[in-house]
């Protein structure tokens, strides 16, 4: 048996000549041995290439299903969306507030600025309102 094996792994690597009949090229590899041989050769042959089929269509058929849908990305891409319009908003109003109140305590440590260069140039400090402006 593994001398058969042999001969067929000869055989499957060989490329086959155009014009050549599969007994042809079996005589000639197996050097005009029985005909028994040449059938377990072919036999051989043929289910390694149904392997070699088999598997091929799995790697393909496994390739096909490794993505998304439209319908699973267009889901995530209105998710983001909505998302979005609810954050943006809040982002935008956070960022005026907080522009507001650092110029706020900006104006008052100018007032306590001037308040501190009065007191020590002797004069008399301006008064200010303690309220902010509105």
Do not use: W, Y
Request: net charge positive.
């Amino acid at each position: 048996m593994k001398e058969t094996e042999g001969v067929a792994q000869v055989f499957m690597n060989r490329p086959k000549p155009t014009g050549v009949s599969t007994v042809e090229l079996i005589e000639a590899v197996c050097g005009r041995q029985s005909v028994n041989i040449a059938v377990i050769i072919i036999t051989v042959c043929r289910r390694v290439h149904a392997a070699e089929r088999k598997h091929t269509m799995k790697t393909t058929k496994s390739l096909h299903g490794a993505g998304f849908t439209l319908v699973e990305i267009m889901i995530v891409v209105a998710i983001i969306g909505l998302l979005a319009a609810i954050a943006i908003p809040n982002f935008v109003n956070a960022r005026e507030n907080a522009q507001a109140k650092a110029c706020i305590n900006n104006l008052a440590k100018l007032d306590a600025a001037a308040s501190q260069f009065a007191l020590e140039q002797g004069k008399k400090p301006a008064t200010t309102s303690t309220s902010p402006p509105t």
